[in-house]
């Protein structure tokens, strides 16, 4: 009977972590998830996301940046509190200037907050890192909470079309149609395998990436989810079978 229910609590756990390891980041050499803390707000450019924006009233003091919105804090005290998760950069709080996501499951992409003056213009999606092709998920008139899928099981970037300026900005800034040295996206780690991406579609730049910001989470593969069925079937027959 133990052993049974070790077993049952093994599958349940490999399937969990099967799915969160669904996606994977791939960038510069030197590069890796950082930590940060809440006392880095101080919108001073580093890490490079921390910038002051100029969206809002004086009364917020311009803290609308990535970092407010991911810790429901300044002016955007009172909403979510997602807490502090990793930022994919450089250990400096320097940006990594390209990289893309390995994946091996489709993806699930939700619309958070778009704050720009860009906002009804401006268009997101993915390319493929091996042709270049790019697929639009969201447009300026989708509004949040709207969804969308990644279908792909290999290698793609994000990119950010501003079609007022005429530029097109991607994880891999080498490809930019413009300001090939800035990097227009942050990515910040979540513990279930998902990801947040927070985009900055100017040029020069307030650095505050809230113009656009996805919530990604991996869709775990069928034989994933027939595991976790199967383990909770199991888990199910084992506890009728020695109920008193």
């Known amino acids: 009977m133990r052993k049974l229910l070790i077993t049952l609590i093994a ?3 490999f399937a969990s972590t099967a799915s969160a390891a669904l996606l994977s980041i791939n960038g510069t050499t030197g590069a890796d998830f950082q930590t940060w803390v809440t006392s880095d707000l101080s919108q001073n450019g580093t890490p490079y996301w921390d910038g002051r924006s ?20 300044g002016a955007f005290s009172g909403d979510t509190d997602y807490g502090t ?6 250990g ?37 890192i091996g042709t270049g092709a ?40 080498s490809l930019n149609s413009s300001a090939p040295d800035l990097q ?22 307030d650095a505050d990436y809230n113009d656009l910001v996805v919530h990604v989470t ?9 595991l976790l069925g199967g383990g909770l079937l199991g888990l199910a027959g084992f506890r009728r079978k020695f109920k008193v």
């Open 134 to 173: 790019k697929h639009q998920l969201f447009s300026g008139p989708d509004s949040y909470g709207e969804t969308a899928t990644i279908t792909v099981n290999s290698n793609f970037g994000f990119y950010l079309d501003v079609t007022t300026t005429r530029n097109t900005y991607y994880t891999e800034s």
């Open 92 to 128: 400096t709080g320097a940006a990594d200037q390209n990289f893309y996501v390995g994946s091996s499951s489709a993806s699930e992409v939700t619309l958070n907050i778009e704050i720009a003056g860009y906002a009804n213009s401006n268009a997101f999606g993915w390319y493929d």
């Open 218 to 226: 991996p869709v775990p593969e069928p034989s994933t989810l027939l």
């Open 54 to 73: 100029s969206d809002g009233q004086p009364s917020d003091e311009g803290k609308l940046n990535i970092g407010y919105y991911l810790t429901g804090s």
């Open 184 to 205: 227009h996206f942050a990515l910040f780690s979540e513990a279930d395998g998902g990801f947040w991406v927070a985009s900055e579609d100017l040029s020069l730049g």
């Open 85 to 90: 998760p990793q930022y994919w950069g450089m």
């Open 11 to 13: 599958l349940l756990f």
